[in-house]
């Protein structure tokens, strides 16, 4: 029900809403929300489960969760959300316009 940037045989178990796509190779999952901590594991090309933290607004790093169950934190620059971008095309007497705009769900 989501447009997507990740196939959705990919996501199985997972919500594209609350899912990243990881970006690159040697991405670093980190023991806390600094580029000085300690790396638990590389990631390449990883999908994610973002763990919401209302105390990183905007966040320069989102904690995560991978399919193990392994927690640690990414550069919030890292990745791509799964779920993509929706907008809202609405017919109007001088054509048809972009009415809405915006990311997830």
Do not use: H
Request: glycine letters at 10%.
């Amino acid at each position: 029900p989501y447009p997507t940037c990740v196939p959705s045989s990919e996501l199985v178990g997972l919500d594209p809403i609350f899912t990243l796509a990881i970006t690159q190779e040697s991405a670093r999952l980190l023991s806390g929300p600094a580029e000085t901590a300690d790396v638990r594991k590389p990631l390449d090309y990883d999908l994610v489960e973002v763990i919401p933290d209302p105390a990183f607004e905007p966040p320069a790093f989102y904690r995560v969760r991978l399919n193990g169950g392994t927690t640690g934190y990414i550069k919030s620059t890292d990745g791509y959300w799964a779920a993509g971008y929706t907008m809202t095309v609405t017919r109007r007497p001088d054509g048809w316009r972009i009415t809405a705009f915006y990311g997830g769900d």
